[in-house]
């Protein structure tokens, strides 16, 4: 399994062509996804989609990613390629500024895009101080790090 410290992640990046075809590919996948993890958290805990409340669902998921894909990240590894994408959400734009999702797809060796893989969405629950932070919409100044989810 990969980690931070076994992988090396190459520098955020705006989108090449292979990355953008990449996540078109799992586009259906990641916005299946995004409408899931929000019902989920929205059972225990809301803060975790709370830049999102008062959107639709249709809302939500209305990205494209030719436009919207606006940062990756890439590393090899033996089983193939970890991809890290920051994903505008165009219907999020609050005193924060605009939402972005960060999405990790997995590109397994030697077929080309046809059998690229979603993996997860970062869901950050963090600490600010002594306070519980939730955050699945990140900022545009939000780093694009690894994660393991």
Known sequence: MASEETINLNEAHPPRANA????????????????????????????????????????????????????????????????????????????????????????PPNRGAEDVRFHSLFTDEGKSGSESTWRAVHTLNTPLEFFNE
């Open 20 to 107: 953008v075809e990449a996540f078109t590919i799992v586009a259906p996948t990641i916005k299946a996804e995004i409408l899931k993890s929000r019902r989920d958290w929205d059972k225990h805990e809301p803060r975790m989609w709370s830049r999102a409340s008062g959107i639709s669902d249709e809302d939500l998921i209305k990205f494209n990613v030719d436009a919207d894909l606006v940062q990756v990240r890439s590393a090899s590894t033996s089983y193939g390629t970890i991809i890290l994408g920051k994903i505008k959400i165009p219907a999020i734009n609050d005193e924060e500024g605009e939402g972005y999702i960060h999405v990790r797809i997995h590109d």
